[in-house]
């Protein structure tokens, strides 16, 4: 069974750009979740998505989108980059929504650098 | 909001040493509670959970109880080895979401 896998594993982007981060579920999952990870904090609740469909969003701009694939593979899009963005991106994917029920698996993150 | 916090680190302790990391939570309703742990170079595993009060979650040696009247769920080792070298998460999922909450993270050492 191949776990969550996430691509680029590093990118560094300068101020005002766009980035995708991108990530492929667990096999047999249909929820990915994304978070952002800054350097000796805890991981932050960014958005999640349920069978291509947004379910639940954290305290982030909306220049912080994402997409889900039919083959529930999800992208995360960050428009006009600043400095605080710099921050490993992890995705967690899991077989639902139901909470504690449906653990949620993790990647080992894209390391993003903003200059 | 719904908020965690845990113990500061780093914390360094000795081979065979007893553990204990501590965990208090804010939240609305009946969250469930985890413990994270992220080793060197690898990404977050989810290594115990608890779902409702009282109730006692366990791995690898490690447990925390889910304390609903002290809001606490504290990570706890009887006997530490250097392998147990990570940093910890303390988290919680709000009982109407499934998003997850995450503490700063607690780093630990062992030193052999």
């Known amino acids: 069974e191949t776990g969550v896998t996430q691509s680029p594993t590093h990118l560094i982007k300068t101020r005002g750009q766009q980035v995708t981060l991108r990530c492929s579920s667990q096999?047999?999952?249909?929820?990915v979740s994304w978070y952002q990870q800054a350097l000796g904090q805890g991981p932050q609740f960014i958005f999640q998505?349920?069978?291509?469909?947004?379910?639940g969003r954290g305290n982030f701009p909306p220049r912080f989108s994402g997409l889900q694939f039919p083959n529930y593979s999800s992208e995360l899009n960050v428009n006009a980059l600043e400095l605080d963005d710099s921050a490993l991106y992890l995705c967690?994917?899991?077989?639902?929504?139901?909470?504690?029920?449906?653990?949620?698996?993790f990647g080992p993150g894209t390391r993003l650098t903003v200059l | 909001g719904d908020s965690v916090t845990q113990m500061e680190g780093p914390v360094t302790l000795s081979e065979e040493a007893f553990l204990t990391i501590n965990c208090t939570y804010t939240?609305?309703?009946?969250?469930?509670l985890f413990w994270y742990v992220q080793y060197p170079g690898e990404g977050l595993q989810l290594l115990l959970k608890?779902?409702?009060?009282?109730d006692k979650g366990s791995n690898k040696g490690f447990e925390a109880t889910y304390r609903k009247e002290t809001t606490s769920f504290h990570l706890e080792k009887g006997s530490v080895q250097v392998s147990d070298s990570a940093v910890y998460f303390c988290?919680?999922?709000?009982?109407?979401?499934?998003?997850?909450?995450f503490g700063s993270g607690t780093r630990l050492s062992i030193r052999p």
């Open positions: 608890a779902t409702k009060a009282d």
């Open positions: 988290a919680l999922s709000p009982s109407s979401a499934s998003k997850i909450i």
């Open positions: 998505y349920y069978r291509e469909e947004e379910n």
């Open positions: 939240a609305t309703g009946y969250p469930s």
């Open positions: 967690a994917s899991s077989r639902g929504i139901a909470g504690a029920q449906d653990e949620q698996f």
């Open positions: 096999s047999g999952h249909n929820t």
